[in-house]
C-alpha cells in the first residue's frame, strides 16, 4: 500500500489492457461470447446483478479483482466489520454494519467491539425502544395532547437524517397506512415546511427531528418553526407529545422539551449517509411499521455478509466498484448515472449521490497526499422513464462517457402488473441501445446528410439491478450493496470515505454571513462579489420595509 496507486503493477497492468479493450465494441464482444449473460452476472438473495454489457472480457476481470487484493480490500473489510477505527481523520469505527447485525436462528449477533466494548446491546436495546414507541403511536396508544390520534409524520432533518429515510419512506409506500401521512422537510426555505404543516392538524401530528448533532443550522430553523406552530396551536405543555428526535446530542433535545422516552440515540461510529438502519429511521419505521423496517435491516444484513465473504471475483459490491474504477480512471468518464426504472424507486438517485459523492468525493489520501488519480465520479440520475425524455440524449449521442446503472423490480409487490411490461422494455431496450448503438449501414431510408445525426455509436457500459420485488428486504440489500460499493471504492483510491470535511468551509461562512442578511451587523471585509449579493439582497430587503 505505499507504493502510489498509478505505480503499481496491477494498475499499469490495467492501463495497458485498457488500451487494448478502448479498440473493442460491445457488439461484437457480445457476438463472439455467446454466454456474457452467464459469465458476467450475479446473484444474491433478491437481487440479480448483469454487469455483461460492459467493456470488459474475463481478462478484465482477472486484472481488475488482482487490483482489489492489492490494494487490500479483504483486509479493510474486515477491519471495517471489526470494529476498527477505520476513520482515521475523525478517529472514529465506522459500523453501519452492526446496525443490522443479527444471530443466525434464535442465537443473538456476534458481539461488535468499539474501544472494547459491546455495541450491539446498545443497537438491541434502541430497536426495542422504537419498536415499542411506533406500535403506540400507531396503535393510537400514544397520543397528541388533546388525546387526538397522530395522522402525520413529519421528519425534520437534512442530508443523511433526510435523504435516506425520504428515499425508504417513499419506496415502502405500499406499505404505508391511508390514516399515516408522512412527510420530509429539510429545505430553510419557509416555502417546504409551510406547506407541508398546511396539510397536517395540529393535534394529531407528530414530528420527528433527526439530527445527529442538533446543532444543523436548517434543521434547527425549520425545529424552531415546528415547535412555535405546536405551542401556538396547543400551547407550550403540548412539546412532549408532538416531538421525537434521534441525536447524539442529548443536551440539545432536553433543552428542546422533549422528554428522554421520546430521545433515540445515533453513535458517532454511523455516518449521516451510513444511518438509514439506524434511528434515523424513525419516519420509516412510523409510517410503514416496524415489521417493514426489520426486513429492511435483514436484507441489509444479508448483504452485508455477501461482501463480508465472498471471494472478490464473485462479490457484487466490489464488483460494481471495480467497474466504477475502470470507468473513471482507465477511461475518464466524469460521472455515472443511476437511472430507477421504478416510480417508487425515484428518489435514490438522491440518496446514492450523497453516499457517494460526499464519500468518495476527495482531493487527498488517507497520508494527506494529494490523489494521482480520478476519485469518486459526478453521481447523477432520476426516475429512468422521465429522464429517457430528457437527458438521455447525452448518455447516448455525447462524446462523453456516462456508465449508467439501471435499477428495476421485476414485480411491484407480490403480483405482477401489466404496466412492468412497458416499463421493463424500455429499461432492457436502453441498456440495449446503449450498448449496440446503431451503425449508418443499419439506417434504411435515411438521407445521407442525416445519417451522422442519427448514428449511434453505442459501447456504452451499464449495469443492471434487478430487484425480484420492491420490498423491504431487497430495499435493504440495495442499500448496502452501494454502501459497500462506494467503500471499495474508496480503499482503491486510498481515500477517507468516511468524513466530510469539505462540507464546512460554507457552512462558516454562512454563519458569518447571516447576521450581516439579517441587518444585524455589517458585512466587514469581503471580496467584492460577496459584498455585491449581500447589498444587492439588503436592498431588495429594504425596499420591501
Ligand atoms: O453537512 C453534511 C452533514 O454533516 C451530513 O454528513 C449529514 O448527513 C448532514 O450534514 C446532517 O447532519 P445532522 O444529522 O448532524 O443534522
Known amino acids: 500500500m505505499n507504493v502510489p496507486l498509478k505505480d503499481t503493477a496491477e494498475w499499469q497492468a490495467l492501463n495497458a489492457h485498457a488500451k487494448v479493450m478502448a479498440g473493442k465494441h460491445m457488439r461484437d464482444l457480445f457476438a463472439g461470447e455467446p454466454n456474457r449473460f452467464a459469465d458476467f452476472s450475479m446473484r444474491d438473495g433478491q437481487v440479480l446483478l448483469d454487469y455483461s454489457k460492459n467493456r470488459i472480457g474475463a481478462d478484465t476481470v482477472r486484472l481488475l479483482t488482482a487490483l482489489a487484493a492489492a490494494r487490500g480490500v479483504d483486509a479493510a473489510r474486515k477491519d471495517m466489520f471489526s470494529?476498527?477505527?477505520i476513520n482515521t481523520t475523525e478517529h472514529r469505527a465506522v459500523l453501519h454494519t452492526a446496525l443490522r447485525n443479527r444471530g443466525v436462528g434464535a442465537a443473538p449477533p456476534h458481539p461488535v467491539l468499539v474501544d472494547g466494548i459491546d455495541v450491539m446491546p446498545d443497537i438491541l436495546h434502541t430497536l426495542s425502544r422504537l419498536r415499542e414507541f411506533s406500535e403506540r403511536v400507531r396503535s393510537g396508544t400514544w397520543t397528541g395532547s388533546t388525546g387526538k390520534k397522530i395522522q402525520h409524520i413529519v421528519n425534520i432533518g437534512i442530508g443523511g437524517s433526510h435523504l435516506g429515510p425520504m428515499f425508504v419512506a417513499d419506496a415502502l409506500k405500499g406499505y404505508q397506512r391511508a390514516d399515516l401521512s408522512v412527510a420530509f422537510v429539510s429545505n430553510p426555505d419557509r416555502a417546504q415546511i409551510d406547506d407541508v404543516l398546511k396539510?397536517?392538524?395540529?393535534?394529531?401530528?407528530?414530528?420527528t427531528i433527526a439530527s445527529k448533532t442538533f446543532s444543523t443550522a436548517?434543521?434547527?430553523?425549520?425545529?424552531?418553526?415546528?415547535?412555535?406552530?405546536?405551542?401556538?396551536?396547543?400551547?407550550?405543555?403540548?412539546?412532549?407529545?408532538?416531538?421525537a428526535a434521534v441525536s447524539t446530542n442529548h443536551h440539545a433535545t432536553t433543552e428542546f422539551g422533549i422528554p428522554a422516552e421520546s430521545v433515540f440515540p445515533?453513535?458517532?461510529?454511523?455516518?449521516g449517509r451510513y444511518s438509514v438502519c439506524s434511528a434515523i429511521g424513525l419516519p420509516v419505521i412510523l409510517a410503514c411499521g416496524f415489521e417493514a423496517f426489520d426486513q429492511l435491516l435483514a436484507?441489509?444484513?444479508a448483504m452485508d455478509r455477501h461482501f463480508e465473504t465472498a471471494p472478490l471475483e464473485y462479490n457484487m459490491p466490489v464488483m460494481l466498484a471495480l467497474l466504477g474504477v475502470w470507468y473513471a480512471d482507465f477511461f475518464d468518464a466524469p460521472a455515472t448515472a443511476i437511472l430507477p426504472y421504478d416510480h417508487r424507486l425515484r428518489l435514490l438517485p438522491f440518496h446514492i449521490q450523497q453516499v457517494d459523492m460526499e464519500s468518495n468525493g476527495k482531493g487527498v489520501t488517507l497520508a494527506g497526499q494529494p490523489v494521482e488519480t480520478n476519485t469518486g465520479p459526478i453521481v447523477f440520475g432520476g426516475g429512468g422513464s422521465d429522464s429517457q425524455h430528457s437527458f438521455f440524449q447525452l448518455?447516448?449521442?455525447?462524446?462523453?462517457?456516462i456508465p449508467c446503472d439501471f435499477i428495476a423490480a421485476l414485480s411491484s409487490g407480490d403480483d405482477f402488473d401489466d404496466s412492468r411490461d412497458l416499463l421493463l422494455a424500455n429499461c432492457f431496450a436502453?441498456?440495449?441501445?446503449?450498448?449496440?448503438?446503431?451503425?449508418?449501414?443499419?439506417?434504411?431510408?435515411?438521407?445521407?446528410?442525416?445519417?451522422?445525426?442519427r448514428v449511434f455509436p453505442g459501447n456504452r457500459p451499464s449495469n443492471t439491478l434487478l430487484l425480484d420485488s420492491l420490498n423491504p428486504f431487497a430495499l435493504g440489500q440495495l442499500i448496502a450493496l452501494y454502501e459497500h460499493k462506494v467503500f471499495v471504492q474508496g480503499v482503491i483510491w486510498g481515500v477517507n470515505s468516511f468524513d466530510q470535511w469539505g462540507v464546512e468551509l460554507g457552512k462558516e461562512l454562512a454563519k458569518s454571513l447571516q447576521p450581516a442578511l439579517a441587518g444585524e451587523t455589517p458585512l466587514g471585509p469581503r471580496d467584492s462579489s460577496t459584498a455585491g449579493l449581500v447589498a444587492a439582497y439588503l436592498e431588495a430587503k429594504g425596499a420591501s420595509v
Open 83 to 85: 470494529g476498527k477505527k
Open 430 to 453: 436502453q441498456t440495449e441501445a446503449l450498448m449496440k448503438g446503431r451503425t449508418a449501414a443499419e439506417l434504411h431510408g435515411v438521407p445521407d446528410n442525416l445519417k451522422p445525426h
Open 199 to 207: 396539510t397536517c392538524d395540529p393535534a394529531a401530528t407528530l414530528f
Open 395 to 401: 448518455l447516448h449521442q455525447s462524446p462523453r462517457l
Open 266 to 271: 445515533m453513535w458517532d461510529w454511523v455516518g
Open 299 to 301: 436484507g441489509a444484513h
Open 218 to 243: 436548517e434543521t434547527t430553523a425549520n425545529a424552531a418553526i415546528a415547535r412555535a406552530w405546536i405551542a401556538n396551536a396547543l400551547g407550550e405543555q403540548a412539546i412532549a407529545n408532538h416531538f
